[in-house]
């Protein structure tokens, strides 16, 4: 098995100030140099937000397209604490883990039930509003985790505010499927169309409480979609119609990385704990292998021409992202602590701080940032910048901190503009040369796991957008496939790819993907499809940092007719 290098804060006794310069590195550059020092020093571009011109902001970009330089700040969605009923660490373990692994941002997305919602919300804002004021450079959004009615998860996550935990406990006790036993979602069955309606009405009301002012901004993500097969491409599509600016997209890869490190959970183990099979919930259109994970990624991501592209190919941004899931991690020492007599979580909302046994636990997570990595650009340091990149679609993600950096244009041949960027539109007109820049910032130093990840190929996956489908079980993207790929396993330090694109008759978009090259073949659909992509591992066998990703959000190109 391969051995797990375990973060020395763990040990109560060792501040993350004692930690070298691999684990800090971001932080202490966000102490040094200003707020965008770490953005600036580990992301893509480098020119402040104060140079990018008017014409950047929404809804002035020039048809050429303007798109502003960009910082990239890593974050990750998706943290359990002692608030979650079944998890096992406490907040500030989480935050310094995240600290320590260089995240400039995270959520806590704590488990509904009665519990967390009648003490636990509240019981951690307060831990909350101190770690902001303690460190304002550490930014912490409080979250939740949905239960759907008739699905699967989301993350919710408001903008920091004098309502925001308030949203959340509300919102949970009125939408959430678990608490309401809305979880009813066979087809046919009597509740289905019920529980599926309440969902939606769910993703409106967020919109509403955002609309009217009475919380900044609020963004929902489903996690682990096709972890069950219980989230339908219906569905999907349902959530993200009733309010996109809202339901913003979903995973394109779970937490749970470790689920499959040979040796510690057993023969049967996948990563991302896909270990399910179809059940009378699940949707029926989807195949027996969409349960698994390839390379990390769920089976809707990393099929090119699946589920993922066939909403894309609708021309609707749909954007995607990974994290860590943190409930326990791989190989620690720690355990849920005692229950002192006639407690439980429905009465406190939060477990007992977990004991340090000395002796390794089971788990099949990593720390936040330790593998799993969101990058979102933005153009300022703050909570609200945030979400704004992630509602842009200003979007890249990588596992074992397989490229420092990465920045993405599309722009038209002979514009003096840098271009459009990841989420964007460039309009063009049919018959026009226009060029896919790809800037690359290879990895610099070794891994948490003592590995320095190797970019072995950059792929190119570029499809045709129809419109709205008139099946919206759809799932396949059949005018979807990759176009270029390039070897780039010898290069290091930053350089750029120029792939040249023509705009046809219709409108297009692409999206790039790349790995460290150690295990890949054909595609799901096929190799003349997808003739390197991410395949299964063995189960019980899937080493997570032996075969490591990266993936981006789309760039459209809306031709003119």
């Known amino acids: 098995m391969t051995e797990q290098k375990l973060p020395v804060w763990a040990d109560p006794a060792v501040s993350p100030a004692d930690l070298d310069a691999q684990g800090v590195s971001r932080r202490?550059?966000?102490?040094?140099?200003?707020?965008?020092?770490?953005?600036?020093?580990?992301?893509?571009?480098?020119?402040?937000?104060?140079?990018?011109?008017a014409s950047a902001s929404a809804g002035h970009r020039a048809p050429g397209g303007d798109d502003p330089?960009?910082?990239?700040?890593?974050?990750?969605?998706?943290?359990?604490?002692?608030?979650?009923?079944?998890?096992?660490?406490?907040?500030?373990?989480?935050?310094?883990?995240?600290?320590?692994?260089?995240?400039?941002?995270?959520v806590f997305n704590e488990h509904a039930n009665f519990g967390h919602a009648r003490y636990g919300a509240a019981l951690e804002h307060q831990e909350i509003l101190e770690a902001r004021a303690a460190n304002p450079r550490q930014l912490i959004f409080q979250g939740l985790e949905w239960y759907i009615p008739a699905a699967e998860h989301c993350t919710v996550f408001a903008a920091p505010g004098p309502n925001e935990v308030d949203l959340l406990t509300r919102f949970e006790l009125a939408y959430d499927g678990k608490l309401l036993n809305y979880t009813e979602g066979a087809a046919g069955a009597a509740d289905t169309a019920r529980n599926e309606a309440h969902a939606v009405a769910a993703v409106k009301w967020l919109a509403e409480q955002r609309r009217t002012g009475y919380v900044d901004d609020v963004l929902v993500l489903a996690n682990h979609p096709l972890r069950l097969g219980i989230d339908s491409p219906h569905e999907l599509r349902n959530w993200r119609d009733a309010a996109p600016e809202i339901m913003i997209g979903m995973e394109g890869a779970p937490g749970a990385q470790g689920a499959a490190l040979p040796g510690l959970r057993g023969s049967t183990s996948i990563r991302g704990e896909y270990e399910n099979k179809p059940s009378a919930q699940?949707?029926?259109?989807?195949?027996?292998?969409?349960?698994?994970?390839?390379?990390?990624?769920?089976?809707a991501t990393a099929t090119v021409g699946g589920l993922w592209d066939s909403m894309l190919a609708e021309g609707r941004l749909f954007s995607i992202t990974t994290n860590s899931d943190n409930h326990r991690t791989v190989l620690d020492t720690w355990r849920n602590g005692d229950w002192p007599a006639g407690q439980n979580f429905d009465t406190t909302g939060r477990l007992p701080d977990p004991v340090n046994t000395d002796t390794p636990q089971p788990g099949s997570d990593f720390w936040p940032g330790e593998f799993s990595r969101t990058h979102v650009g933005v153009t300022r340091y703050g909570y609200r910048a945030v979400m704004a990149g992630l509602r842009a679609g200003r979007v890249w993600l990588d596992h074992g901190h397989l490229l420092d950096g990465l920045d993405v244009r599309v722009r038209r041949d002979g514009d003096a503009g840098r271009g459009v960027t990841l989420g964007g539109r460039l309009r063009v007109r049919a018959g026009e040369r226009i060029t896919l820049y790809v800037t690359v910032t290879t990895a610099s130093r070794a891994n948490p796991q003592g590995i320095l990840p190797r970019l072995a190929h950059v792929d190119v996956v570029r499809g045709a957008v129809r419109g709205p489908v008139a099946d919206r079980d759809v799932w396949r993207a059949p005018d979807t496939r990759v176009v270029h790929t390039a070897d780039v396993s010898g290069r290091r330090g930053t350089y750029t790819l120029r792939v040249p694109l023509r705009a046809g008759d219709e409108s297009f978009y692409v999206r790039l993907r790349g790995?460290?090259?150690?295990?890949?073949?054909?595609?799901?659909?096929?190799?003349?499809?997808?003739?390197?992509?991410?395949?299964p591992h063995p189960p019980g066998d899937g080493d997570p940092w032996a075969d490591t990703w990266f993936y981006s959000n789309p760039v459209f190109v809306d031709v003119a007719r």
């Open 282 to 299: 699940s949707h029926a259109g989807y195949p027996a292998d969409a349960y698994l994970t390839y390379g990390g990624f769920d089976w």
């Open 69 to 106: 330089c960009l910082a990239y700040l890593v974050g990750d969605h998706h943290v359990h604490s002692v608030y979650s009923h079944d998890a096992k660490y406490t907040f500030s373990q989480q935050a310094e883990a995240a600290a320590a692994f260089g995240l400039d941002w995270m």
């Open 28 to 53: 202490r550059l966000l102490r040094s140099a200003g707020l965008f020092g770490a953005a600036f020093a580990l992301g893509g571009a480098t020119v402040p937000a104060a140079a990018a011109p």
């Open 515 to 535: 790995s460290d090259g150690n295990r890949n073949g054909a595609g799901y659909l096929g190799a003349s499809v997808d003739p390197h992509g991410p395949v």
